[in-house]
């Protein structure tokens, strides 16, 4: 299961607000190829929490006009089980460079509350932009409105233990959109947490939401 990429009415042009037409520009299924490209803006994410080494998954997206590198992940890959700052924070990024994050450059919503829920369960970092220039996976506003996705989403994440040069792709069919949830039948593992949720839209592999927990209907 995953939190949908949600953006506030008042931020949303009314343009984007066309539910039907954002689902119809679904591909039901998505091309390998076109995935495995999307691997260069995978980042793993090792840290510890509460003094145990840990690890999940993060990803690059694409923020016009940002002048920052931005990555999403998980809120629980950022905060422990007592809601504290996870430590020793780093970036790992496919082509080998590693980054100690400082927990002053990430976001996580004020209305997270621990793992247990899945309110909030989403986080930001900003690195500087020479990190990782201009690469990142595209997100679409409209699909944060549409009811039902066509075909299959897949997640690409890194299982726990995984090399972080070879994120995995695992794809099933979408069973259910809520307002801020979206459920799937993809095989998830530990580590997987904070993964981009994909489908393709007008030609462009786009994030519609991301990975935060394996509900018992599904494979963890």
């Known amino acids: 299961?995953?939190?949908?990429l949600h953006i506030p009415d008042e931020l949303v042009h009314p343009g984007w607000k066309d539910h039907q037409e954002a689902a119809d520009n679904v591909i039901p299924n998505l091309i390998s190829g076109s995935l495995e490209a999307e691997k260069d803006s995978m980042v793993r994410l090792e840290f510890a929490n509460d003094g145990q080494p840990s690890s999940g998954t993060a990803f690059i997206v694409k923020?016009?006009?940002?002048?920052?590198?931005?990555?999403?992940?998980?809120?629980h890959n950022l905060r422990s089980s007592t809601l504290k700052p996870t430590t020793n924070l780093q970036a790992v990024f496919r082509d080998g460079k590693i980054v100690t994050i400082d927990h002053a450059t990430c976001y996580v919503p004020p209305e997270y509350k621990g793992s247990d829920s899945s309110i909030g369960d989403w986080a930001a970092i900003f690195l500087d932009k020479s990190i990782h220039g201009d690469k990142g996976f595209n997100f679409s506003l409209a699909l944060s409105y549409t009811e039902k996705i066509q075909?299959?989403?897949s997640v690409i994440a890194y299982r726990d233990p995984t090399p972080a040069y070879s994120p995995e792709i695992a794809s099933g069919r979408c069973k259910t959109c809520f307002e801020e949830q979206v459920e799937y039948l993809a095989k998830t593992e530990q580590g997987n947490s904070g993964a981009p949720v994909c489908v393709a839209y007008r030609g462009y592999m786009t994030v519609i939401a991301i990975q935060y927990v394996s509900p018992s209907t599904l494979i963890r």
């Open 151 to 153: 075909g299959e989403v």
């Open 1 to 4: 299961m995953s939190a949908r």
């Open 63 to 75: 923020i016009p006009g940002s002048k920052k590198t931005i990555i999403l992940t998980a809120a």
